[in-house]
């Protein structure tokens, strides 16, 4: 059974305070990995995709790294706007299908 | 077309009544999906449809629950009998091929 964990559930940061969440996956295969952020009461909105092993994604203040059984979302100087639950997803090779999400983490960036 | 539409956004119904929820998906994704969250979870997958044809249905589907998408365009998922443990929100999603996902704003349903 595929599963995706991450950690922590929730952080709590000071405005400027860098940090990073992590998301372990396992599956028999990675076709992609997807981070999302979702704000209360909303759907998920995409933020990246990564591929395979040692690739890299940034976006203004979030970087994405993908190892072969982990992931890290990378926020460098947050903002109280950037306070939201992100959610980590993944997809088996075998598969076109279905995406696996992991419960997410709650991030709160106090001002 | 700005995106993937849900309605209602909320809807409060009677234990043992019937829901409808539609979306409308991004008009050149052919594929759809359906998915539900409750409070403090990620959302779980619940089925998905590659043009009019429901390829994949979850074991979280009951028999209660019921998706169709004619002509491959909106789709409609549909709770006969609700019950109390069915109060989450519903999210639809959309892609082109499996290029990522779109989501909508969800329909949250309340089961009273």
């Known amino acids: 059974e595929d599963q995706v964990t991450q950690s922590p559930e929730a952080l709590r940061l000071q405005e400027g305070e860098s940090s990073s969440l992590n998301c372990s996956y396992t599956?028999?295969?990675?076709?992609?990995l997807f981070w999302y952020r979702q704000d209360p009461g909303k759907g998920p909105e995409f933020l990246f995709t990564l591929y395979s092993a040692g690739e890299e994604k940034e976006k203004e203040r979030l970087k994405a790294t993908l190892t072969k059984k982990e992931s890290f979302l990378h926020i460098t100087a947050p903002k109280p706007e950037d306070s939201a639950t992100y959610l980590c997803?993944?997809?088996?090779?075998?598969?076109?299908?279905?995406?696996?999400f992991g419960k997410g983490t709650r991030l709160h960036i106090l001002p | 077309d700005t995106g993937v539409s849900q309605n209602p956004r909320h809807k409060i119904t009677k234990r043992g009544q019937n829901v409808t929820f539609r979306c409308d998906p991004i008009s050149e994704h052919n594929r759809l999906y359906w998915y539900r969250q409750t409070l403090g979870q990620g959302p779980e997958f619940l089925t998905y449809f590659q043009n009019e044809a429901q390829l994949e249905k979850s074991r979280l589907l009951s028999d209660r629950f019921s998706a169709e998408r004619p002509k491959g365009s909106f789709s409609t998922l549909e709770i006969q009998r609700t019950e109390q443990g069915d109060s989450a929100m519903y999210l639809c999603?959309?892609?082109?091929?499996?290029?990522?996902?779109?989501f909508g704003s969800g329909t949250r349903l309340t089961v009273v």
């Open positions: 999603a959309s892609s082109f091929r499996d290029y990522g996902y779109t």
């Open positions: 599956v028999s295969g990675l076709r992609g």
């Open positions: 997803a993944v997809q088996e090779s075998s598969r076109d299908d279905k995406i696996i």
